[in-house]
């Protein structure tokens, strides 16, 4: 079984390069030669009526070493209204084996750099005497994901 993830969105031209680069994914090609994914989803059969308006615009994401699941970046109509239901935790830390503060260190480095790529911090997920630290963000269509 393989797993695939799809993430409801407006603008996959705002989210394929954020999650690329977050992620260290890259922009999955046409299957079979094709020179664009509507060329693809014609051959197929998809209706015209279905195919996205951005002809060349890239719409799913994978992992370059084939380990990690394809993301596809689903247009819908309706815009997000609520928290995610589903998120997308980015473990960055190393685990409770290293020491808390370089925990720290290390998920304030990603969500900074996170931060320059366009997504947003929403909180702090910490308390006294917790042995956890982690940072909620939201990408650049408010879709929420954690840094831990």
Known sequence: MALQIAIDCAEPRLLVPFWCEALGYVVEPP???HRTWNE???EV???ADELPTDHDAADSIVDPKGVGPRIWFQ???EAKAVKNRVHLDLKVSGGRAVPLPERRE???AE???LEALGAERLRVLTAEGLDHYGVVMQDPEGNEFCVA
């Open 75 to 77: 247009v819908v109509p």
């Open 31 to 33: 299957p079979g030669g």
């Open 40 to 42: 693809y989803w014609r």
């Open 106 to 108: 290390r998920i304030e």
């Open 111 to 113: 969500a900074a750099r």
């Open 45 to 47: 059969g998809v209706p």
